[in-house]
């Protein structure tokens, strides 16, 4: 094989891992406990999960998730955005549903449920408390019953929580809700003994996570947090290597992600913390991360408290970026993935969005992007053109210098330098769109498969989700079953289609096995994208489309066929 021609082939495949695994490099570095007469110790490092007792269920034992919420008495939870409720028993938040979101794309399905029991098929949950090493001290855990005169936690009405531990100590608990995603809890410890109390605030979030529910590789799921201004990642697969991971920190947040939601314990930034990652010994599926502040003392007849805040629910970029600034949370927008090319995929969000606002629907404001972005290139994008025109003339001369020099390369290279100098011509010219148009597109898929905003957008004819991929398949026009990767829809077709087209107008490369590549390229990016966001793919076609325009345009003013 010709060392030329084994270039090709190395770029061709390192540009498609490029796809995979340019998000992977990305890692970004970028302070509520009040008491009265209570003494701030360091952090105690035991395992709070053994502390809780955590339940781990048999099969046997699992539930449907309506049995499993009505076994107990409850809190209402009903907001804006959130509906659910609160298990009096444990105080812990294990039944929610985001109104703003449905279940799938059709409104009859229902919200989308973010949080369930741990009696359920995937239980996922939130708890905050205080525990103690001492065993003689009674705290609160998974199976205390709260009273409460509460019934109801709405955007204006917070619920208290009581509990008396029969030796001296009072447990009260203020939970509040803003009209989106983040609760407020205020817990307060009343020591009416004789002698003071040592106890640690903590908190955790267990999750059931399989492989049935994990994403491309350039998305991140798992355990996220910013830890001492540091971005810390850890994907579900790593917590299974590892078992248990360990983060100390002064300030910050930690929790779990996916694709468009998340669950997060803001972290007092005032007390030292041990935050824990862990997968389960005996449940393989089942996570937890969690966290212990610094041990609270309690004199007798003293009270204190710890203020928390948990978020759960969707990732939405502008509400992050409110609670960010409003809350001084910080880089609480890197909860969302926005991948090596932050600096581009956040600011075309929010092009996105402005655009949205204005016409109404994504997809022509998509369209109206890609317009934006190929007038903004234009100058270069004209440059290059130009050069790829001349190349295009001049290919009967390089063939002609090929066929005389085929057997003395050296001068055949000095030739045809001899020949592009007296052209005026840059054969690399040609290559400079591209490299401006690698980040551009990796940051708009970013965009496009991170946000929520583009969940469910539709656009015209069959396309009723831009953020999923073309519904239209050849399997659902012809009824034949194929193989998902080859089932590829109307608009990645149509995408392969003008790619063809405006290869046809570049000059075709003097080697013949390269060529012959290069005639596949259309054809390998139709399946590589098939099965991509529709938002994305319309995207790359109307890119095309003007692409092709442009260079008809300037081959006509050279005089080039």
């Not at 606002?357 to 998509?366: C, K, R």
């Not at 369209?367 to 290059?384: C, E, G, T, W």
Request: charged share 25%.
């Amino acid at each position: 094989m010709k060392q030329d021609t084994k270039n090709l082939y190395l770029a061709i495949i390192l540009a498609i891992c490029v796809i995979y695994i340019t998000n992977s490099f990305f890692k970004t570095e970028v302070k509520n406990v009040t008491s009265n007469e209570a003494k701030i110790e360091a952090p105690q490092t035991f395992d709070v999960a053994k502390e809780i007792k955590t339940e781990e269920l048999k099969v046997e034992e699992i539930e449907e998730r309506d049995i499993a919420i009505n076994k107990d008495s409850r809190i209402t939870i009903d907001t804006k955005s959130l509906e659910g409720s609160i298990r009096l028993k444990g105080a812990r938040i294990d039944d929610l549903a985001l109104k703003r979101h449905t279940e799938k794309l059709d409104k009859a399905s229902g919200s989308k449920v973010l949080l369930s029991p741990a009696k359920t098929e995937t239980p996922y949950f939130i708890e905050t408390g205080w525990i103690s090493t001492n065993k003689n001290i009674k705290t609160p855990n998974s199976k205390t019953i709260w009273k409460t005169k509460s019934t109801r936690l709405t955007e204006n009405s917070p619920v208290q929580l009581e509990w008396d531990n029969g030796q001296g100590l009072k447990f009260i608990r203020t939970i509040s809700l803003d009209e989106n995603y983040m609760f407020k809890i205020n817990s307060f410890v009343e020591n009416n003994s004789n002698e003071k109390v040592t106890i640690y605030p903590y908190g955790l979030i267990s999750r059931y996570h399989d492989d049935s529910q994990k994403g491309r590789n350039i998305l991140h799921q798992g355990s996220i947090g910013v830890f001492n201004s540091v971005l810390e990642e850890d994907k579900f697969s790593d917590i299974q290597d590892e078992k248990t991971l360990n983060y100390e920190t002064k300030g910050g947040w930690f929790g779990i992600t996916d694709k468009y939601w998340l669950t997060a314990l803001i972290l007092d930034k005032n007390s030292n913390t041990n935050t824990k990652v862990k997968v389960s010994a005996i449940a393989p599926n089942k996570y937890q991360t969690d966290y212990i502040n610094s041990a609270v003392t309690i004199e007798p007849n003293a009270t204190t408290s710890v203020n928390n805040m948990i978020f759960a629910g969707a990732k939405e970029i502008k509400l992050l970026d409110k609670y960010k600034d409003e809350l001084n949370i910080e880089k609480f927008d890197l909860s969302i993935d926005f991948g090596w090319y932050y600096f581009l995929t956040k600011p075309f969000f929010y092009i996105l969005d402005f655009l949205y606002n204005f016409l109404g629907n994504m997809g022509w404001a998509i369209i109206l992007f890609a317009a934006l972005l190929r007038l903004a290139m234009f100058p270069v994008a004209n440059k290059s053109y130009t050069s790829m025109s001349k190349m295009k003339i001049v290919q009967p001369k390089l063939k002609a210098l090929q066929e005389k020099y085929a057997d003395d390369k050296v001068r055949l290279q000095q030739e045809t330098m001899a020949l592009y100098k007296k052209e005026k011509i840059n054969p690399a010219a040609g290559c400079l769109p591209m490299l401006i148009q690698i980040p551009v597109f990796f940051s708009l898929y970013k965009v496009l498969y991170i946000s929520i905003e583009i969940r469910h957008a539709p656009f015209i004819g069959w396309i009723k989700d831009l953020g999923a991929p073309d519904p239209l398949t050849i399997s659902a026009m012809t009824n034949i079953p194929l193989p998902g990767f080859i089932d590829i829809g109307v608009w990645p077709i149509i995408m392969g289609l003008t790619m063809w087209a405006q290869q046809r107008l570049n000059p075709a490369p003097t080697n013949k096995d390269q060529a012959n590549v290069m005639k596949f390229m259309p054809l390998f990016f139709t399946f590589m994208l098939g099965n991509f966001a529709s938002g994305l793919v319309i995207y790359w076609t109307l890119s095309n489309l003007i692409s092709i325009i442009q260079q008809k345009v300037i081959m006509n003013k050279l005089g080039a066929k």
